[in-house]
């Protein structure tokens, strides 16, 4: 059975939700925060207690939202991944929150491995503050304005998972539209959700920070 059969290709709202980002962008309005689009309701998730618990029984791969940014939806026109001022970034709160999430998972006895990051400087900022390292995985950069590559940087981060094999839990720090295609799931920011390498459902968990 496909991984799309089993409910975990993106939903069907996913098009038209960046359709109308893209109509709402050419006006220049997203990007200066003054709209934004309606949003999903983010998984409810487990508690980190519970988390931690599954996360010992089996390898398990965390894919994590970047914090929380200062308004918008996608980046400004022109924006340039070697410039992250051209980029829509963290906010100071996300910062913040970003540390908060660190802190939880290590207090909670989560032992990470390697941390990946997509090269949008949200997400590698985030890993950064929270993890305190990170190495850039083009698999996990953004498709949001480039639906065409979604499939190949989907099916490499399906591919990590299924080849994970255990001792340490790898952090994988992407975007939601990232984390719903390889999961189902809708992430919010700085949500954590547990995609076990033996194929089975993944899991949310609840809001940290």
Do not use: K
């Not at 503050?129 to 698999?139: D, I, K, N």
Request: proline content about 7%.
């Amino acid at each position: 059975m496909s991984a799309r059969s089993r409910g975990f290709g993106p939903p069907a709202a996913f098009g038209a939700r960046r359709r109308l980002a893209g109509l709402l962008a050419a006006t220049g309005l997203l990007a200066a925060g003054q709209l934004t689009l309606p949003r999903r309701a983010q998984a409810a998730g487990v508690g980190l207690p519970e988390a931690a618990r599954r996360l010992a029984r089996g390898p398990h791969v965390l894919l994590m939202r970047h914090a929380i940014t200062e308004p918008g939806v996608g980046d400004p026109p022109g924006y340039r991944l070697d410039d992250c001022a051209s980029q829509r970034n963290l906010s100071a709160e996300g910062r913040e929150q970003s540390r908060r999430i660190g802190a939880a998972l290590r207090a909670a006895g989560v032992t990470l491995g390697e941390v990946r990051a997509s090269a949008w400087c949200r997400c590698r900022d985030t890993a950064q503050l929270a993890f305190g390292r990170h190495e850039v995985w083009p698999a996990l950069n953004s498709f949001f304005d480039d639906r065409a590559a979604e499939p190949g940087r989907t099916a490499a981060v399906r591919a990590f998972v299924a080849a994970h094999r255990g001792g340490t839990v790898p952090m994988m720090v992407t975007h939601q539209v990232n984390i719903t295609a390889a999961t189902g799931l809708y992430a919010g920011f700085g949500q954590v959700v547990a995609v076990p390498a033996d194929g089975g459902p993944a899991f949310a968990l609840a809001p940290i920070g």
